[in-house]
């Protein structure tokens, strides 16, 4: 059974700073894929992970996946108040499934 | 184009009671997936399909069935409601095909049932 680990759960940080949120699975994949939830709303898609090595970064965030160590990682660079949210991974099974387990999410807190 | 729709937005039921979730896309996208969301947890999946009658189960499926009769749309039925089915429900689509087949959420349907 795939299961799919973030953590911290919760993640209060000071503008200006930096910090990275860690997501761990359990079985070889696909696929690895991260989101981002605001208060209320649905689900918005940040980044696609296919393959070893991969680095993605857009503005603030970077993530990277190490599919040997089963292991992707989303950093924040100089946080602002705007990157407040909840953050969640989620992971395909290997060979083509397209069902997504996802973490428990990470909730960001930027304070200023 | 209004992407991924779902209605209502939010509900109240008793239990016992059945209602239906619907889910619409205009993406023409074949696999359409039904998910809960419980506070402060990571969504799980109900039941998804991969193309107008075909359906299959997820992790949760238990107190929940689904139809396909159009590449559009892909409705939840719940037939008994019980208090363990309050969450907040997401439909999504994905293209198939593509490499990164990510898979794209309507707004949600918030429900209760007391």
């Known amino acids: 059974e795939l299961k799919v680990e973030q953590n911290p759960l919760f993640l209060s940080m000071q503008e200006g700073k930096n910090y990275t949120i860690y997501c761990n699975y359990s079985?070889?994949?696909?696929?690895l894929y991260w989101y981002r939830q605001d208060p209320g709303k649905s689900l918005e898609s940040l980044f696609v992970?296919?393959?070893?090595?991969a680095v993605k970064q857009e503005g603030r965030l970077m993530a990277s996946l190490d599919t040997k160590a089963r292991l992707s990682t989303l950093h924040i660079t100089a946080a602002v108040h705007d990157l407040s949210a909840t953050y969640f991974c989620a992971v395909t099974l290997q060979g083509g499934s397209e069902k997504l387990v996802f973490g428990k999410g990470t909730k960001l807190t930027v304070n200023p | 184009n209004a992407g991924v729709t779902q209605t209502p937005k939010f509900r109240i039921l008793k239990i016992g009671q059945s209602m239906t979730l619907q889910c619409t896309q205009d993406m023409n996208h074949n696999y359409m997936y039904w998910y809960r969301q419980d506070p402060g947890m990571g969504l799980k999946l109900i039941y998804y399909?991969?193309?107008?009658?075909?359906?299959d189960k997820g992790e949760v499926p238990n107190g929940y069935n689904v139809s396909r009769s159009t590449t559009e749309d892909f409705p939840l039925r719940l037939e008994l409601a019980a208090p363990s089915q309050t969450s907040v429900y997401f439909c999504a689509t994905q293209r198939e095909g593509s490499s990164y087949n990510e898979q794209f959420f309507g707004p949600g349907t918030r429900l209760t049932v007391l």
């Open positions: 079985t070889t994949s696909d696929r």
């Open positions: 992970l296919l393959s070893n090595g």
């Open positions: 399909s991969v193309g107008a009658g075909i359906t």
